[in-house]
């Protein structure tokens, strides 16, 4: 079935079986950053934008996208790589696998919440795991990109 | 794995209700349980373009469209006016934002799930389920009922003036509840009365109504005489997150802290 999704602001065109998964039509389409981790929803790998909200890509079908706008990782790559340097800062990503999809949900957070408090940033945030770390370093990382944020904002 | 051999986004509530008549259609909800099992789909009912994704308050009910998700529960600020932070309290825990940004509320209601807190919420309020074929019928008598091949529309939830609370207790904080409890009470026919709904025993949720006036006062004691109460009338069953002698503590143990919690807000 042809399918027509914005994808990262280009209007893309795709033909794609009725059961095709939209994280597998991504990775198709050249974004990579978008993974898969698990096989039970649970993970947050796979997170992507859909009409600007955060979504578990393993999980949609890509004929449901039609008409939608969706955005990954690549379609926000300064604000992505801006995050990045205080994650890298923190020393908080290991293997870094998580990292994409992790950024995609901080991102949206930054967008939906108004100077959330901890509890707040970590429910936001309970659907991304990583095996490798405690997520300390992560947690570091966000408060002081809020800061920053923040000050930039004046 | 499962598969399907064609997708349609139905243009008419009327479409998708004959396409779903087949043995081997089914309706989309957020996708989330479906497509983790096994089913051969022939053809898969796409209701998203047919104005289902709203919550709609009038003077007398909330009325929350089938495509509803559990993200928009979660903020919807009619409920939040008439129940608190129960309703919140009750998806929260659902996996992740992303997640609740995609189950719906018709597909959880629809799938009658042993593990649901939604269901276990909604059961404990004056709720009813709007079919396509079937009519309005009460949420307590379709829990019950056997999955047919009608279509869900909305849950309709009948406003009063009720005190809500929701607890769950969870091995892991995103993980399947162990036990979900919700307790809710008002005056009903001129009558104080309370319902307490149960889920996660590991069976679905179920409703106990009683014509109680616990004084706003009541000690400890007598609370958790209550809890007890409550507690002994369901069935428990054991499975690997816990045996059914910890369920029915657990239900003693969430429903005194639910009763105690409304009573000291209305001291
Ligand atoms: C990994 C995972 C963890 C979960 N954890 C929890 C939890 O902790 N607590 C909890 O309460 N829930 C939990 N759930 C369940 C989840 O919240 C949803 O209830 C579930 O995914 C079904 O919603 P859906 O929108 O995905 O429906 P779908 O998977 O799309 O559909 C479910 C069923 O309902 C039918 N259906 C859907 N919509 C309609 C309709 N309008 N009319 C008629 N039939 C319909 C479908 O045909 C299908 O048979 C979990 C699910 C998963 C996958
Ligand atoms: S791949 Fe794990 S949630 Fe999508
Ligand atoms: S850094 Fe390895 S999974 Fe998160």
Redesign the pocket.
């Known amino acids: 079935m042809e399918v027509q999704f914005v994808l990262n602001k280009k209007q893309v065109k795709v033909d794609v079986g009725p059961d095709a998964v939209l994280l597998n039509v991504l990775r198709e389409l050249g974004c990579k950053s978008v993974k898969c981790g698990c096989e ?3 993970c947050g790998l796979c997170t992507v934008w859909i009409d600007g909200k955060s979504r578990l890509s393993c999980s949609v079908l890509a004929v449901s996208v039609g008409g939608h706008e969706i955005t990954t990782l690549e379609g926000v790559e300064e604000e992505a790589a801006e995050f990045g340097r205080f994650l890298a800062e923190e020393g908080a990503e290991q293997c870094g696998f998580c990292s994409p999809g992790f950024i995609m949900n901080v991102l949206a957070m930054v967008r939906e919440l108004e100077d959330p408090g901890i509890e707040e940033i970590k429910e936001y945030l309970a659907g991304n795991l990583c095996r490798c770390t405690g997520y300390m370093g992560q947690m570091r990382a966000i408060e002081k990109y809020l800061a920053y944020r923040k000050e930039a904002r004046g | 794995m499962f598969t399907i051999s064609n997708y349609v986004k139905a243009k008419t509530l009327e479409e998708a209700y004959e396409l ?1 008549q087949a043995r081997s259609s ?11 099992g096994n089913a051969r789909i022939k053809t898969l009912i796409d ?1 998203s373009g047919l104005g ?1 994704d709203r919550i709609e308050e009038t003077d007398n009910v909330i009325r929350i469209g ?2 509803c998700t ?1 993200r928009q529960l979660e903020q919807c600020d009619a409920l939040k006016r008439l129940f608190g932070d129960g309703v919140a309290e009750s ?1 929260r ?3 992740g934002v992303q ?1 609740r940004n ?3 509320v ?3 209601i ?2 009658r ?1 042993g ?6 919420a909604f059961l404990a309020m004056d709720t009813f389920v709007e079919l396509y074929n079937g009519g309005t019928v009460r949420l307590s008598d379709f829990v019950n009922r056997k ?1 047919d091949k ?4 909305s849950v309709i939830v009948r406003k009063g003036k009720r005190q809500f609370r929701y607890e769950s207790i ?1 091995q892991t904080q ?4 162990v036990l ?1 409890c919700a307790t809710v009470t008002g005056i009903v026919h001129g009558q104080e009365t309370w319902y307490f709904s149960i889920g996660a025993r590991p069976m679905k949720a179920a409703l106990l109504e009683k014509k109680w006036e616990i004084p706003r006062d009541a000690s400890e004691e007598m609370i958790r005489e209550y809890a007890q109460e409550v507690a002994a009338s369901f069935t428990y069953g054991t499975n690997m997150r816990g045996s059914a002698e910890y369920r029915q503590h657990l239900a003693e143990v969430l429903v005194r802290r639910e009763i105690s919690s409304i009573l000291a807000e209305e001291r």
Do not use: C, E, K
């Not at chain 2, 009608?150 to 529309?153: E, K, V, W």
């Not at chain 2, 995103?174 to 509840?177: I, V």
């Open positions: 039970t929803t649970n | 779903n089914r309706v989309m909800g957020g996708m989330m349980w479906m497509r983790l209701l289902l089938a495509m559990l998806v825990h659902i996996v997640f995609q189950a719906t018709g597909g959880s629809y799938g799930f593990f649901s807190d939604v269901l276990t999955q009608d279509l869900l529309l969870r995103t993980d399947f509840p979900a």
